[in-house]
T-cell receptor
Framework: EDKVVQSPLSLVVHEGDTVTLNCSYEVTNFRSLLWYKQEKKAPTFLFML????IEKKSGRLSSILDKKELFSILNITATQTGDSAIYLCAGMYSGGGADGLTFGKGTHLIIQP | DGGITQSPKYLFRKEGQNVTLSCEQN?????MYWYRQDPGQGLRLIYY???????QKGDIAEGYSVSREKKESFPLTVTSAQKNPTAFYLC????????????????FGPGTRLTVL
């Protein structure tokens, strides 16, 4: 079973819409959750979340972690065509022989003009 | 099972030594990548390879070298010229590379944690 599960796997919306991307994770040895935007080459780091209930915000993007329900969401408001990308969620795990980042399969977001 | 494997999981190196990190994939992907991650930071691209016998420098290639003699393998050598090599190293692959015009998910290996003593 996958440690980090993202949904939906793909999403097509119109410019100006608001989207919410989901990421659920397993709790054992969990330390933090990271979001990346992947366009062409290297994924671009967006947020690292370690504390529950504290929203991180950067422009039109925001993210929050819920440690009770074991999930995170990434919100993008007023979407633009430049937001089209694959959004990756990763859990950082440490200890118990499970040390490192575990990535979800990603959400492929397409913004139509 | 198809996937990406990295070895070793943990690696300790003395200062002045070169070490090679292994990355193998059986996904039949053309493109492969190496990243490093430092505590509290995101991924940074070291090298990538679009195709066999070709590779390109990423954002932080200094002190590293790679080879791509086989499609399945993309080893990374951390040389003694790398001033701060202690980090977590991730290998990834995708069906096509960055210049293909298509957008492909990168699949990541489990990582190698390198510590310089």
């Amino acid at each position: 079973e996958d440690k980090v599960v993202q949904s939906p796997l793909s999403l097509v919306v119109h410019e100006g819409d608001t989207v919410t991307l989901n990421c659920s994770y397993e709790v054992t040895n969990f330390r933090s959750l990271l979001w990346y935007k992947q366009e062409k080459k290297a994924p671009t780091f967006l947020f690292m979340l370690t504390s529950s209930g504290i929203e991180k915000k950067s422009g039109r993007l925001s993210s929050i972690l819920d440690k009770k329900e074991l999930f995170s969401i990434l919100n993008i408001t007023a979407t633009q065509t430049g937001d089209s990308a694959i959004y990756l969620c990763a859990g950082m795990y440490s200890g118990g022989g499970a040390d490192g980042l575990t990535f979800g399969k990603g959400t492929h977001l397409i913004i139509q003009p | 099972d198809g996937g990406i494997t990295q070895s070793p999981k943990y690696l300790f190196r003395k200062e002045g030594q070169n070490v090679t990190l292994s990355c193998e994939q059986n996904l039949n992907h053309d493109a492969m990548y190496w990243y490093r991650q430092d505590p509290g930071q995101g991924l940074r691209l070291i090298y990538y390879s679009q195709i066999v016998n070709d590779f390109q420098k990423g954002d932080i290639a200094e002190g590293y070298s790679v080879s791509r003699e086989k499609k399945e393998s993309f080893p990374l050598t951390v040389t003694s010229a790398q001033k701060n090599p202690t980090a977590f190293y991730l290998c990834a692959s995708s069906i096509d590379g960055p210049l293909s015009g298509s957008l492909d998910t990168q699949y990541f290996g489990p990582g190698t944690r390198l510590t310089v003593l």
